[in-house]
C-alpha cells in the first residue's frame, strides 16, 4: 500500500510547527516557554508575540503530532506485536539519549513510553466509538489533574516561573559550557519531565493518541472522507478552538502571568481548545489538498513529514549549535527568535528534498527500521534505495 501523501504533508507541517514554540525553549531560559514576564517585567513586543503563538500554535502542534503518533500505532498493528514494542523501544532510547546528551525538550521518550502503553488499547478496542470515547476520556483526566494541581499549588511566586538573577547566571553556565553539569541538570529535567508524564501529561499524551488510532481506523486520517465535510470540520473547529483559548489568553495577560492561575488553571482552556483546532488545522489540509498539493512547497513539507524523526533532531543539531555553541543563548527577545525559524525551515525542507531524490527514507528513519528488525527478530529486506 503507497503512503498517504496529505498524512505526510500534515506530519511535515507538525514538525516545522513546532520550531515555532522550540525556538525560545533553545534561545530562552526554561522558565520563558510558558511565561512571557519570566524576567520579571514584560515588553509589549513579547507580550504579542506570546499572545498569537498562543492562540495559533502553542500545544497545537504537539498535540497534532501525538494525533499522528496514534495513527501510526494503528497502522503498525499488522506488524505484529514484537516489531511494534522493538519499534517503541528504540524510540525510547533515542528520546532518553536525546534529552540526556543535546536537549532537556526532548519528546521523543515521552511519545515512546506512552506509545508502548497506547498501542495495546488501539489493538484491544472492539469499536472505533469505544476507541475515540477512551481517547476523550484519558484526555479528559489530564485536564481534570492540570486544574487540581492549580488549586492544590503554592500561591507564591515560583523560582521555576520566574526564576532570580543567581538561577540565570547558573542556567547560562551550564547550557554554554556543557559537559557533565549539562548532563547533571539535564538528568533532572528529564526526572522532571517523566514525573509529570506519569501525574498530568501522559494521560493527555494518550488520550490523543487513541482518537488518532480512532480517527485512522475509520478512515477520517485516510481521506476517505468527502472534501465538503473536512472543509465543513475546519471551519467550524479552527474558530471555535481559538473561541475557547482567546478568553484565557487575555485572562493571562489582564493577570500579569500570575503564577498559580497562568502555570495551571488558565492552561486548561488551551489543553481544551487545542485537540479541536488540531483537526481543524488536519482537516483544513485534506479539504484543500486538491489546490494545495499543486505548490511546489507542499511538495517539499510532504518531504519532511516522510522524514520527520531525522528533521526533528535536525532541528536540535542546528539550534543547539547556535544557541549553546555559538553563545547566542539569551541574546534575543521572543519575537526576534522567531528569525532564527524560517532558515531552519529551509534547511528542513532542502534537506529532504534533496536526500528523498536519492533515497527512500530519512537516515534516521532507516537505521531505527534497520534496528527495529534487528531486535525483533523478524527479517525485513530494506536499504536506502
Known amino acids: 500500500?503507497?503512503?498517504?501523501?496529505?498524512?505526510?504533508?500534515?506530519?511535515?507541517?507538525?514538525?516545522?510547527?513546532?520550531?515555532?514554540l522550540n525556538i525560545s525553549a533553545f534561545g530562552l531560559p526554561k522558565a520563558a516557554y510558558l511565561n512571557p514576564a519570566?524576567?520579571?517585567?514584560?515588553?509589549?513586543?513579547?507580550?504579542?508575540?506570546?499572545?498569537?503563538?498562543?492562540?495559533?500554535?502553542?500545544?497545537?502542534?504537539?498535540?497534532?503530532?501525538?494525533?499522528?503518533?496514534?495513527?501510526?500505532?494503528?497502522?503498525?498493528?499488522?506488524?505484529?506485536?514484537?516489531?511494534?514494542?522493538?519499534?517503541?523501544?528504540?524510540?525510547?532510547?533515542?528520546?532518553?539519549?536525546?534529552?540526556?546528551?543535546?536537549?532537556?525538550?526532548?519528546?521523543l521518550l515521552a511519545y515512546a513510553l506512552v506509545g508502548l502503553v497506547c498501542w495495546r488499547?488501539?489493538?484491544e478496542a472492539h469499536d472505533v466509538k469505544s476507541l475515540f470515547n477512551t481517547g476523550v476520556l484519558l484526555?479528559?483526566?489530564?485536564?481534570?489533574?492540570?486544574?487540581?494541581?492549580?488549586?492544590?499549588a503554592d500561591t507564591g511566586q515560583s523560582r521555576a516561573w520566574v526564576p532570580d538573577a543567581s538561577t540565570l547566571m547558573y542556567e547560562h553556565y551550564w547550557k554554554l559550557n556543557g559537559g557533565m553539569e549539562a548532563i547533571s541538570n539535564r538528568t533532572d529535567m528529564l526526572s522532571a519531565n517523566l514525573l509529570a508524564?506519569?501525574?498530568?501529561?501522559?494521560?493527555?499524551?494518550?488520550?490523543?493518541?487513541?482518537?488518532?488510532?480512532?480517527?485512522?481506523?475509520?478512515?477520517?486520517?485516510?481521506?476517505?472522507?468527502?472534501?465538503?465535510?473536512?472543509?465543513?470540520c475546519a471551519a467550524i473547529c479552527i474558530p471555535l478552538g481559538m473561541l475557547i483559548n482567546l478568553p484565557a489568553i487575555i485572562a493571562q495577560w489582564q493577570l500579569n502571568w500570575d503564577y498559580r492561575w497562568c502555570a495551571f488553571?488558565?492552561?486548561?482552556?488551551?489543553?481544551?481548545?487545542a485537540p479541536i483546532q488540531t483537526l481543524g488545522y488536519a482537516a483544513l489540509a485534506y479539504g484543500y489538498w486538491p489546490q494545495i498539493s499543486r505548490s511546489r512547497l507542499a511538495a517539499a513539507v510532504v518531504c519532511v513529514g516522510r522524514m520527520a524523526l531525522t528533521n526533528y533532531l535536525?532541528?536540535?543539531?542546528i539550534c543547539t549549535t547556535l544557541f549553546y555553541h555559538f553563545g547566542l543563548f539569551?541574546?534575543?527577545?521572543?519575537?526576534?527568535?522567531?528569525?532564527?525559524?524560517v532558515p531552519v525551515w529551509l534547511i528542513n525542507l532542502i534537506f529532504s528534498v534533496l536526500w528523498l531524490r536519492q533515497f527512500r527514507q530519512g537516515p534516521v528513519e532507516w537505521l531505527w527500521r534497520q534496528l527495529t528488525a534487528r531486535a525483533s527478530g523478524i527479517s525485513f529486506r530494506d536499504t536506502f534505495r
Open 1 to 20: 500500500m503507497g503512503r498517504n501523501v496529505t498524512l505526510d504533508f500534515i506530519r511535515g507541517v507538525a514538525i516545522l510547527g513546532i520550531l515555532l
Open 38 to 107: 519570566w524576567y520579571g517585567e514584560i515588553t509589549s513586543r513579547d507580550a504579542w508575540t506570546w499572545a498569537v503563538l498562543d492562540l495559533f500554535a502553542q500545544v497545537k502542534f504537539l498535540t497534532l503530532f501525538a494525533l499522528l503518533f496514534g495513527a501510526g500505532l494503528q497502522l503498525l498493528l499488522p506488524r505484529g506485536t514484537r516489531w511494534i514494542q522493538s519499534r517503541l523501544t528504540l524510540l525510547a532510547l533515542l528520546g532518553f539519549i536525546h534529552g540526556l546528551l543535546f536537549w532537556d525538550g526532548d519528546i
Open 121 to 123: 488499547l488501539v489493538r
Open 139 to 152: 484526555y479528559a483526566v489530564g485536564v481534570g489533574v492540570l486544574i487540581l494541581l492549580g488549586l492544590i
Open 197 to 232: 508524564l506519569g501525574a498530568q501529561y501522559g494521560w493527555q499524551l494518550a488520550g490523543m493518541m487513541l482518537i488518532g488510532g480512532a480517527l485512522m481506523r475509520c478512515g477520517w486520517l485516510k481521506g476517505q472522507f468527502s472534501l465538503r465535510h473536512y472543509r465543513r
Open 265 to 273: 488553571l488558565l492552561q486548561a482552556p488551551r489543553e481544551i481548545s
Open 314 to 317: 535536525l532541528q536540535t543539531l
Open 330 to 341: 539569551m541574546e534575543f527577545d521572543r519575537l526576534t527568535l522567531l528569525a532564527f525559524v
